[in-house]
């Protein structure tokens, strides 16, 4: 064995060396077809394969091949293999230098490249065929390895170990030298085989590449090239739109084209009840300045740089020596003083978790104007509070006001800063007048105070609630009628570097000891909106709880602390994280005396919460530093909490290697539910209609905790929701394997927008649902806990169509699921008709016998780059056992009636 490597690492220097005036030499002779010819065989036996050669190097960040089989012509192959997953969103991916390494030991192939030479990290990742790549650990290096070009050897000598040296481009200078006997653990080490040197040159469409050559059989090159074809068609169906413009199968014309959707409503199988929930994160301004209440912005004094570039304590707030209120004549109203001083301090604030506030001496006129206005309703009443002391004992006034664009007063009042410790006071403001662009303003004529979280609520938040939501936000995610909430990501569930993960036991308590943070999004959190507030909302609309808690790990596309997800929380610290993540579970659903259910109690909700689900993790990296902390949280859940049901997590994406690994650790592990996250063109959604279909029954389910049908403008249109749709109908047809799913994301304020599209825009004063908000709600508002088996064909006349490749693209644009609630024993028929034509359809319903039914019918339709349609009023029509539909074209139909 130890020779054979040997050979092996030698004849890979040789051929590439030999490589760098152009093509590599064959390694052996070509077969001779002809020796087979003689055989009986009817089918001329193929010649015999010989070693190929596949020269692997660096495009646009990929991992590209050629291959070479005469030693002479180098053929390229257009597909990237392989991509950096290291460092933050975007531009910092970057792969450089990838070597490739044979271990025939035990038929593994390596890759390693510099992920960013100016940092000191090696990337390495493993593959059994070249096509498939596992998940990418990171090594950290004694020097960053800017110039040097890894290199794997390995030495057969008394050591056996491999060597990954760092050479110096062309030049014989090694740095960096690490052996190891796994590529997992890695020590520093003095190179065995000195002047080793690396890497070929080869020339591909007149460029020369570098990289590295190494031989494989010709069946891993059919591997390759067939998974290349895959590929090429994949992103072909890919591109398909689903518009106007659709070429019919010779035979059939639209005009001909009907369709017999059919369906038994006695074979019927159980599916989960909790389908259709939504996706919370505090993404485009969805919680401060959004969905949470709260009016002022900045009230804690709080924000600062790394919320965002060059803010600062006093971001959001103007304060001055004068304020020109009520219009231009009620300035002299006010004794004015020279010179405002406003300085921001620190030190004994109300709380260790809130340390700035502000101390106001003599006059000091403070202004907020909240996110962009503040919106006030005549007659409607505001609730202000803030925390003062009086910093040089006298009492201090302070006057309020809720003010119009010009100054002119909305409402006014009162509150005493009184005494050296913090107080909190409050006021009811009632607004005279309404106004679109209010401002909240904090007059003070004498003393010196110190004041913080200065606070302005709408009374009338969602339910009355106090510390609540905006109504009207609220209100539109009830009427999803959603059956879960996750919340609070998305990235922000695991943050931007380990410093900024998402705790959720600093978000609940008195909001003044809350631990506000940066948001991964760019802008700030004040935790105002946290667990408690998330958890009341859920019960509030009857939805399940489902918190998501980072697995030890941040965010893969992190830009703190290292470049990605470079670590996970020390070993030696990750008992301690293991028991926040169980006291999460006493806080939620522990008895009122408990620890941590006293908080609960204490908060106002003294009754458990009921928490059911906990989702670990949010489309990690899948490497060895999650996996270790993900076991160790589950097994802990698992060992403490069995009644509790733990939903993991399996990458960004429906296929790769975080797909691939977290599959395979959930498998490991029986996880019970493993969170899948997909943004794919209408096309894909289209084509994929199956992609269910083959998954296992009975072991590891799914959550798809993030998806949406994305186009070119990213809009949300009647392409893209529709698209949406014919798939929820796959869904609900896999709904034994599918046991949630969220669009996403949820919310976007206008102007504050950082992903697009998201299913509900909203400013200060409107709401706006997109078109995908209503296919959301249709399936929400018609779920069920049971599907029938619902065939929908087309026809060609009274003929079925033949179900063939010509066929296909009617085909998958026509299609139908029937779902029944068993608790309201009402059946819900959805069919989707993405045809660009009418289609007239019986929908046979057997068992309905002789007594037709009453059904109400809603229709979602338009063109397919259409905006903002809203589905019809509902309809009522008679069902019998054949009825006959007419269905729109580029429409989604649902049918709900009772049964007996
Ligand atoms: O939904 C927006 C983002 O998409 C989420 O934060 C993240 O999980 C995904 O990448």
């Known amino acids: 064995m130890k020779l054979f490597h040997r050979i092996i690492a030698a004849a890979a220097f040789l051929s590439a060396s030999f490589a760098i005036s152009g093509a590599a030499a064959a390694d052996n002779a070509p077969a001779d077809p002809s020796q087979h010819s003689v055989s009986r065989h009817y089918d001329p036996l193929p010649p015999s394969p010989r070693p190929i050669q596949l020269f692997a190097y660096e495009r646009d960040n990929r991992l590209y091949y050629a291959w070479n089989a005469d030693g002479m012509e180098w053929h390229a192959i257009d597909h990237g293999w392989l991509s950096s997953d290291y460092g933050a969103w975007g531009a910092e991916k970057k792969m450089h230098d990838p070597y490739l390494y044979h271990d025939k030991a035990n038929g593994m192939w390596y ?11 090696f990337a390495l990742t493993s593959s059994p065929d070249l096509v498939h790549w596992h998940v990418q650990n990171y090594y950290p290096m004694e020097k960053a390895p800017r110039g040097y070009a890894p290199f794997i050897y390995f030495d057969s000598g008394e050591r056996e170990y491999y060597y990954i040296e760092w050479f110096k481009k062309n030049e014989r200078m090694l740095e960096n030298v690490y052996a190891t006997r796994d590529f997992k653990h890695f020590s520093l080490a003095e190179s065995p085989s000195r002047y080793l040197k690396g890497g070929s040159i080869v020339k591909l469409g007149g460029r020369e590449r570098s990289g590295n050559i190494v031989t494989i059989t010709k069946a891993e090159l059919d591997a390759i090239l067939a998974a290349k074809a895959v590929a090429d068609r994949r992103e072909a169906l890919r591109g398909e739109r689903v518009t106007g413009n659709l070429r019919m199968p010779r035979g059939i014309r639209a005009n001909d084209l009907a369709a017999e959707v059919a369906v038994d409503l006695n074979r019927t199988k159980t599916i989960s009840p909790l389908l259709w929930g939504i996706f919370f994160e505090d993404i485009n301004y969805s919680a401060d300045g959004g969905l949470y209440a709260e009016l002022v912005r900045n009230r804690d004094f709080e924000f600062n740089d790394l919320d965002h570039g060059g803010w600062n304590a006093l ?27 406003a300085t921001v301090a620190t030190d004994d604030p109300i709380h260790k978790n809130n340390p700035h506030y502000l101390v106001l001496e003599a006059f000091a006129a403070l202004v907020n104007e909240g996110y962009r206005g503040m919106v006030f309703r005549e007659g409607d009443s505001y609730l202000f509070s803030v925390f003062t002391k009086c910093l040089d004992g006298n009492e201090a006034a302070l006057d309020v006001r809720l003010l119009d664009d010009r100054n002119n007063t909305v409402a006014s009042g009162t509150v005493t800063a009184k005494g050296k410790e913090w107080t909190k006071t409050e006021l009811k403001l009632t607004a005279n007048k309404s106004t679109d662009r209010g401002k909240l303003a904090l007059i003070k004529s004498g003393g010196k105070v110190a004041i913080d979280m200065v606070s302005l609520f709408p009374e009338k938040t969602f339910k009355g609630r106090r510390n609540g939501l905006r109504a009207d936000l609220a209100q539109t995610l009830a009427d999803l009628k959603p059956r879960f909430i996750r ?32 948001n991964i999004w760019g802008y700030h959190q004040s935790a105002g909106l946290g667990y408690y507030e998330y958890f009341q909302f859920c019960e509030d609309i009857g939805a399940e709880p489902l918190p998501i808690l980072p697995a030890g790990v941040p965010c893969q596309n992190s830009s703190r602390g290292g470049k990605g997800q470079q670590g996970g929380i020390p070993m030696d610290r990750m008992d301690e994280y293991i028991q926040e993540v169980l006291d999460l579970i006493e806080w939620a659903n522990g008895p009122a005396d408990s620890k941590w259910g006293k908080l609960r109690a204490e908060a106002g909700h003294p009754a458990p919460f009921n928490l059911k689900y906990i989702g670990i993790g949010n489309e990690d990296l899948i490497g060895d530093v999650f996996k270790e902390r993900f076991t160790m949280i589950f097994e802990a859940v698992k060992a403490k909490h069995p009644e509790i049901t733990v939903v993991g997590t399996v990458g960004p994406f429906c296929e790769g290697s975080d797909y691939e690994d977290g599959w395979a650790l959930a498998r490991k592990l029986g996880i019970p539910i493993v969170d899948e996250h997909y943004y794919q063109s209408p096309g894909w959604f289209l084509n994929n209609q199956h992609f269910y279909d083959t998954y296992e029954r009975g072991g590891t389910r799914v959550y798809l905790g993030e998806y949406a049908s994305h186009n070119g403008p990213r809009t949300s249109t009647i392409e893209t929701a529709l698209s949406e749709a014919i798939y929820m109908i796959s869904l609900e047809r896999n709904g034994d394997v599918v046991a949630m799913s969220s669009y996403a994301p949820l919310l976007a304020k206008e102007g504050d927008t950082q992903w697009n599209p998201d299913l509900i825009y909203f400013n200060n004063t409107q709401v706006k649902p997109t078109t995908g908000y209503y296919v959301q709600k249709l399936f929400g508002n018609n779920a069920g806990d049971t599907y029938a088996r619902t065939s929908a064909n087309l026809l060609n006349g009274s003929r079925s169509i033949p179900d063939n490749d010509e066929t296909a693209p009617l085909r998958k644009r026509f299609a139908s699921s029937c779902v029944i609630d068993s608790k309201t024993n009402t059946a819900t028929v959805k069919i989707a008709n993405l045809l660009p034509f009418e289609v007239k359809t019986t929908l046979k319903l057997d068992e309905l016998g002789s007594a037709p039914v009453k059904a109400t019918k809603t229709v979602l339709s338009g063109s397919p780059d259409d ?9 009522t029509i008679t069902l019998d056992k054949s009825s006959e539909l007419t269905l729109k074209p580029f429409s989604l139909t649902v049918l709900s009636f009772p049964l007996k």
């Not at 103007?318 to 020109?324: G, H, L």
Request: proline share 10%.
């Open 315 to 341: 971001t959001g707030w103007t304060v001055s020596d004068a304020i020109d209120l009520d219009g231009w004549h009620d300035l002299n109203d006010w004794s004015v003083s020279e010179g405002a001083k």
């Open 487 to 518: 919340f609070p990501g998305g990235c922000v569930a695991h943050g931007n570097g380990l410093g900024n993960m998402y705790r959720w036991n600093r978000t609940v308590g008195p909001l003044e000891s809350r631990v506000p943070q940066s």
């Open 111 to 121: 890759c390693i490249f510099t992920p960013n030479p100016d940092d000191p990290v």
């Open 867 to 875: 905006v903002n349609v809203r589905p019809s009023e509902p309809e």
